[in-house]
């Protein structure tokens, strides 16, 4: 496809890579095909976007007109779609605490249903109870299929044809390592592994070290499947700036300390799920992330070890086709990641 040009120049590389995705003529990525509708809607985004890309202007722009172009093509991509997105960006170069080189929010503190990115903080409240020498990873809990509804406390159990993965269900009647059941909630979201240690856990404590990281806008309430709790509209929920706030404590290494960060991160990079925030990298580019869907609802919450290291987290309503929320978080994070390195890449 040619490199289209206009009055600032040659399309960014970003929206040219977004183009050949929407026309179907990107590398193959272990991606989910695109059918003709979702394709449609997002070429339609794309040269949306592109007029604002080659809007005259001045050549040379500051970091403020860099990220209000940025913002624009990603806003056209959103508006294109038809859904509700929320998207927290920022790069990691530069200490903690000092402002970030390059940053994009887009309704940060809206909230939406967590799904399975409230994984994430069940997560570093094991290895922070871990660190205090409550357990070890390698301890072992029993595996029984009954919880407790935070409504009333009535019994209820997970039904295997409803999680992602069926080997948890295998272990009832025996016992499994906390270590494996992080791995299973994490890698391929078992919601089984994910009661299991919310049971033990418990949601409060869990919340407390949410809010003690900073990432108030994540609510934890509760266990996956609590469908008394889920008609009463007690839900978890999260915002993208909570998730970016968690992301990033893990990959500066402050979720709990540095050892126990390193070991999330690597736990995060063997996610199963790939189809969304990876597939608009290029291949081989490292990221631990965590996604989550229910009806309506598709995250993707990523740190991306790229040249520029960043975090991104893309929360995605209201599209009922997982294929299409999937293309758009791909479309975003290509964006983004192109915006990053032709910004300046750096390491923190």
């Avoid at 989910?32 to 339609?44: D, F, S, Y």
């Avoid at 078992?190 to 990432?215: E, M």
């Avoid at 790229?306 to 991104?312: C, I, S, T």
């Amino acid at each position: 496809m040619p490199v289209a040009a206009g009055p600032q120049g040659p399309l960014p590389p970003a929206l040219s890579g977004v183009l050949r995705y929407a026309c179907g003529r990107t590398r193959r990525q272990g991606l989910v095909t695109v059918n003709k509708p979702v394709r449609h809607a997002l070429l339609v985004g794309a040269v949306a976007a592109m007029a604002v890309a080659m809007a005259p202007g001045p050549v040379a722009a500051d970091a403020g007109a860099e990220e209000a172009r940025s913002r624009a093509l990603v806003e056209q991509l959103i508006r294109a779609s038809g859904a509700d997105v929320a998207v927290a960006f920022r790069t990691l170069d530069g200490p903690a605490g000092a402002p970030p080189r390059l940053e994009l929010l887009i309704q940060p503190d809206t909230t939406f249903h967590a799904a399975s990115t409230m994984k994430v903080p069940v997560m570093i409240e094991l290895f922070r109870r871990v660190r205090l020498g409550d357990f070890r990873l390698d301890d072992r809990l029993p595996i029984r299929n009954e919880f407790r509804s935070i409504v009333d406390g009535s019994p209820y159990a997970l039904g295997v044809g409803d999680d992602s993965d069926a080997d948890v269900y295998k272990q009832i009647g025996q016992d499994m390592a906390y270590r494996d059941l992080c791995e299973a909630m994490i890698t391929v979201s078992s919601n089984f592994a994910t009661n299991v240690l919310i049971d033990h856990l418990g949601a409060p404590a869990i919340q407390q070290t949410v809010r003690d990281l900073g990432a108030d806008g994540m609510n934890v309430l509760r266990g996956v499947e609590d469908n008394k709790a889920f008609a009463a509209g007690l839900n978890n929920a999260t915002t993208a700036r909570a998730l970016m706030v968690l992301l990033e404590r893990i990959a500066r290494l402050e979720a709990v300390d540095a050892d126990s960060s390193r070991q999330m991160i690597g736990i995060l990079k063997r996610q199963k799920f790939n189809d969304a925030i990876p597939a608009g990298l290029p291949p081989g580019t490292p990221v631990s992330h965590k996604t989550g869907s229910i009806t309506r609802i598709h995250h993707d919450a990523a740190i991306v070890f790229a040249k520029r290291p960043f975090v991104l987290v893309v929360l995605v309503r209201g599209l009922e086709d997982l294929k299409q929320s999937a293309a758009l978080m791909a479309s975003i994070a290509r964006l983004l990641y192109e915006d990053a390195e032709r910004d300046g890449p750096s390491r923190p």
